[in-house]
């Protein structure tokens, strides 16, 4: 008689347990039914979107942006100019290493502070050597240190770009004044182009960005700087929130030494335009036919 | 039932929202230059730092002629050694030249380029030009220096960096620095992981 009564006992047991842990495990799930937006999920893509639609989406996220981090930012879309595609130079003869530019896009564009993320990485490189793969970012001393020489690396805002290539919802795609924007809303997180950028350009949200309510940069675009979700990807877009309005980019602004120029490549007095056709440059691993937008120069 | 309103609602979203892309709003291109670019006017050009600072915490400068005023002018020194009242403690590293070569004897709101031309202390970049005219060349083209504004100078003005903003004129070498934090995220150990592509 003991048996079946015992037999019985731990099936209930069991049972409830194994409820317990389904319905533990499905949580997550419950979260995001409760999270989610008929609107969300009725979205069209940002291309279909009208003017009406967008501005709804617009508003939408100003608002959620308040309720989650306590700040009223405006979001902006603002399209690419006629008559502008953009390039941009960089001098490895003046580069110091120093990181400006890294801490002016981290502050710029809204990243992560635990990570201290941001989209322009420092290569510091031995002297006599062109290997990538020998080259640290994570430097902490003095700069620039006796033989490296030292490179930023960020978008190369490729023509060919393998990147928007491999997406397979288009949630990138390359803009008529050479930028590669990213839709966060539309961006599903597979990271096949965070795998087939060469330039290791894309960066992942593992989690939501943490950013002090005090440090948001309330200057925002839909397609830039606003405050990405948990889950998508992200990369630089030449501070398209600001140089679309004729402004410099941040890292430029911030670069001590003036290593960094930028214009529009359709303007034959730009600076951009001198430098293209006066210094010897280059191009990072111009072997794969990717033809970025972002030149590389020695003076010497 | 609400998520199986949603699963219904997306399907029939996705069969009819099979658009067309709406027209973007064109904006036009640049128009012709119609702001300027202003090269910044160091305070070190005209005043020197005292150390202290005012009432509401500024660094307090002083004027040069403040103290050069108070004494008769007399030849210039040919090397910081020589450097008896003003200025003692000088470091000066800035090739062969000598305080002659740039400065006049009494003057300390103009400088004398190497062909006998007086110039006003504020336009020192014209003296400056004379041996780094590469760079000088460079900076023309917006290839040399900082700046802040616009690209576009229909929209904006520009502001420049004068030499001397980075380019202390007796000690130019551009000076070593401690960088800003590097990143923290877990791709970036060691190795850059740029190559296996």
Redesign the interface.
Known sequence: MSGPNRRVALKVVGATLGAGAFAYAGRPVAQW?AN?D?DE??T?HY?????EDLAQILRRLEAETQETYGVDVRIEDI??????SFGY?L?LS?C?????C??ACHQENNHDR?????YI???EMEQGSF???K??????H???APGKYYMP?QCQQCDDAPCVTVCPVEATWKEKDGIVVVDYNWCIGCRYCEAAC???AR?FNWRAPEIPADEINPDQGYLSNRIRPQGVVEKCTFCLHR??????PAC??A????SR????LL?PK??IR??LE??RVYVLKEE?GTRPRFFYFF?K | M??LS?AV??AA?TLV?C????P???????GPPAFAVEINQPARLTSVETGEVDALGRPLRVACVTCHSLRAPTALPTSTAELDEFHQGLEFAHGELSCASCHVAGEQRTLRKADGTEVDMRDAMVLCRQCHG?QAR??D????????????L???G?VR?HCVD?HDPHVPA?Q??????????R?????????N?
Request: charged share 25%; with cysteine; proline share 10%.
């Open positions: 039914a989610l008929l999920v009725l069209r291309k279909e979107l009208t003017p399209p690419p100019q006629d008559g502008v130079a001098n003046l110091i290493g120093c990181r400006k890294v801490e635990r990570t201290n993320n941001s990485r420092v290569l290997d990538m793969e080259g640290t970012v994570d430097y902490d003095t700069v620039p690396v060469p330039y290791h960066r140089t679309r309005k004729g402004l410099l430029l602004e670069c001590p030494t003036g120029v930028f214009g529009t303007d730009s600076d001198w430098v006066h210094k794969l003076d | 609400r998520s949603i609602a997306a979203a929202a658009g067309t892309d709406q973007r709003p064109s904006r036009p291109p640049p590469q460079d900076y083209h917006g290839a040399h220096g900082g700046m802040t504004g616009h690209w576009d229909s929209v904006g520009r960096n980075c551009f070593p620095m401690q960088p800003a934090p590097g990143p923290r995220d791709g970036s150990s060691r190795r850059t992981t740029m190559g592509h």
